[in-house]
């Protein structure tokens, strides 16, 4: 198993031959972030399972790009866009019960999608290596990522970045990473 952890230095750590690059999604991004969501395997994997329209996808995009609280993100590796994350800090997403979630005012919920042709690549856990580059930059303290048990994929990428499940419930399992200091709780 590849370990890929968060650098507090900022720097992509050079685990394997992938180092990913971020930069802010544009409505430049709309149509391709909107085939990414549609796609039957994201949908299905999905935590929010239903149909998107291109009009709730315009209006979502709307609404993030220009939400201080959220932060969307175009993953970047061999000059190639690979997916996209996004951190969102709005306390209306953060989950009741993260670990976390006690007041912490820089913490913020983790979503990731590698775009469909990119799949089984070995991107994601890089992915969320720049992600918490990135988030340490704005400040955040922590992260929360929700993923269905089912999800293999998605499970193993968070836990091989050092999140870890403080919270299951029917199909849902929470994830946090503490990114000051170890990710598990002390």
Known sequence: MRKVRCQSSGSCEQVSDICVSLRKATFDDEDRLFMW???????????????ITFDDHHQWMMERLCDSHSHVFIARA???DIGTMMLDSRPNVLSKS???????????????????????????????????????????????????????????AFRSC???????QNSLWTLDYRLSGRGYPE
């Open 37 to 51: 969501a549609t796609d039957r395997e994201t949908r299905r994997q999905s935590v929010n399972q239903g149909l």
């Open 78 to 80: 061999d000059f190639d």
């Open 98 to 156: 993260s670990f976390y979630n006690r007041g912490m005012s820089r913490h913020a919920r983790v979503s990731i999608t590698v775009a469909p042709i990119h799949r089984g690549r070995g991107y994601a856990a890089p992915m969320l290596t720049a992600l918490c580059t990135k988030a340490r930059a704005l400040h955040i303290r922590t992260l929360e990522a929700v993923v269905k048990r089912e999800n293999g994929p998605s499970l193993s």
């Open 162 to 168: 050092g999140f870890w499940v403080s919270y299951k």
